[in-house]
């Protein structure tokens, strides 16, 4: 991983704009950051092989799809091996509900968020879960009542110094 990349305005702009919405073309994008679009399609690419970018995608609205329910599922677990945890990472990409995993500190080694249409679903989620991912201490769920912020995107354009390895010039 590179630990010494710079960015600059023009970029932090070309990434903003991608993320309110990828689907631009070129054209649009570089109108919107003060480019040509061969410049604007160099610098995005650069982006890209940086790894800055990760992947383009879709924000689909889960509930239209009959997917409406958003459960949180704490874990916590006695094993803290390297074995265990590449078996619990495995386990958990094989779960397609499953959209965040994350390693927590405190008292919940685990948070995951998983997306369901009803408690029916969630608990073949949950039986498929335990079947899959061996010796959890305990598995605790949370069901979200109502979603009052859900963003995607993260305002850029604040940044003007050094952070994780990233400088802006």
Same mark, same amino acid.
Request: glycine letters at 4%.
């Given at each position: 991983?590179?630990? %010494?990349?710079?960015? %600059?305005?023009?970029?932090?702009?070309?990434?903003?704009?991608?993320? @309110?919405?990828?689907?631009?073309?070129?054209?649009?994008?570089?109108?919107?950051?003060?480019?040509?679009?061969?410049?604007?399609?160099?610098?995005?690419?650069?982006?890209?092989?940086?790894?800055?970018?990760? @992947?383009?995608?879709?924000?689909?609205?889960?509930?239209?799809?009959?997917?409406?329910?958003?459960?949180?599922?704490?874990?916590?677990?006695?094993?803290?091996?390297?074995?265990?945890?590449?078996?619990?990472?495995?386990?958990?990409?094989?779960?397609?509900?499953?959209?965040?995993?994350?390693?927590?500190?405190?008292?919940?080694?685990?948070?995951?968020?998983?997306?369901?249409?009803?408690?029916?679903?969630?608990?073949?989620?949950? @039986?498929?879960?335990?079947?899959?991912?061996?010796?959890?201490?305990?598995?605790?769920?949370?069901?979200?009542?109502?979603?009052?912020?859900?963003?995607?995107?993260?305002?850029?354009?604040?940044?003007?110094?050094?952070?994780?390895?990233?400088?802006?010039?």
């Amino acid at each position: 991983m590179n630990t %010494d990349i710079k960015i %600059d305005s023009i970029d932090v702009r070309i990434l903003n704009v991608l993320q @309110r919405d990828a689907s631009l073309s070129m054209q649009q994008i570089g109108e919107e950051v003060g480019l040509s679009a061969n410049p604007c399609w160099r610098r995005i690419k650069r982006l890209e092989d940086l790894g800055i970018i990760q @992947r383009r995608a879709a924000i689909i609205d889960t509930a239209r799809l009959g997917l409406g329910m958003t459960c949180f599922v704490s874990i916590r677990t006695n094993r803290h091996s390297k074995d265990w945890l590449d078996s619990f990472a495995k386990g958990i990409l094989m779960i397609p509900e499953i959209v965040e995993c994350h390693r927590m500190t405190g008292d919940v080694d685990y948070l995951l968020k998983i997306v369901i249409a009803d408690i029916a679903h969630y608990d073949r989620v949950y @039986r498929r879960l335990i079947a899959t991912v061996p010796e959890l201490a305990d598995v605790s769920s949370t069901f979200s009542m109502e979603r009052l912020k859900n963003e995607t995107a993260i305002d850029l354009s604040s940044i003007s110094r050094r952070v994780s390895g990233v400088s802006v010039e």
